[in-house]
């Protein structure tokens, strides 16, 4: 069973240029995460969506940053414009919600993005 | 500030040398998630504890839950060169993951 695809793995842009990223989720997932893990640290959530509904939102900087899932598969983050601080790895990670207190999230590879 | 703090960030420990990671919270958590993650690669799930003084053992890794489940820890007996990477605790909150930094673990042979 193939899991969590992301590409591309690496990318490196300079200051103020577009960017965006791609997830595939294990199929049959209906929940899709996306995070982001600086450097030395762990990851932290940017927005969660529950089919093609963006239900946690609220650590998403939306003054340069979107996503959207449409039709409640894939799913793509995008920067606009890219800052220095934006360097980091982006994680998609998915899992079936079932309303149990606790479901396994399953990650992808991440992209690197390196803003220069 | 982190919500969750594991301790300590970094060791280097020699092969078959036992080792003890912690992962402290002034938070209550529905469940704690240990993960770990190699270079290049997203966290796997290791393990997942839900009730408060929770022990579960996968080989040489033991974890237990805190009783009043804001803390856990991570024991390794008999390291091995293979453990070497990063572990991460999550706490679960709802269905938000809160990670802490990570303790990144290198076992020297």
């Known amino acids: 069973e193939a899991g969590v695809v992301q590409s591309p793995r690496y990318k490196i842009i300079e200051k103020k240029q577009p960017v965006a990223f791609w997830c595939n989720p294990i199929?049959?997932?209906?929940?899709l995460y996306w995070y982001r893990q600086n450097l030395g640290q762990g990851p932290e959530l940017l927005i969660r969506y529950e089919n093609e509904e963006a239900v946690d939102d609220s650590q998403l900087p939306k003054d340069r940053f979107s996503a959207e899932r449409l039709k409640g598969v894939d799913s793509t983050l995008k920067i606009q414009p890219a800052e220095l601080g934006d360097s980091a790895v982006y994680l998609c990670?998915?899992?079936?919600?079932?309303?149990?207190?606790?479901?396994?999230?399953?990650f992808g590879p991440g992209t690197r993005l390196t803003v220069l | 500030t982190q919500l969750l703090e594991q301790s300590p960030q970094f060791l280097s420990i020699q092969e078959g040398e036992n080792l003890t990671v912690y992962c402290n919270s002034s938070s209550v958590f529905s469940s704690l998630q240990w993960y770990r993650q190699e270079p290049g690669e997203g966290p796997v799930l290791l393990v997942t504890v839900v009730t408060g003084g929770e022990v579960k053992k996968l080989k040489r890794l033991t974890f237990q839950f805190g009783d009043a489940r804001k803390d856990s820890s991570l024991h390794i007996t008999a390291a091995q060169p293979g453990d070497t990477g990063l572990y991460l605790c999550a706490g679960q909150r709802a269905q938000k993951l809160v990670f802490g930094q990570g303790t990144r673990l290198t076992i020297n042979p």
């Open positions: 199929s049959g997932h209906n929940t």
């Open positions: 990670a998915s899992s079936f919600s079932s309303g149990v207190l606790y479901n396994e999230q399953f």
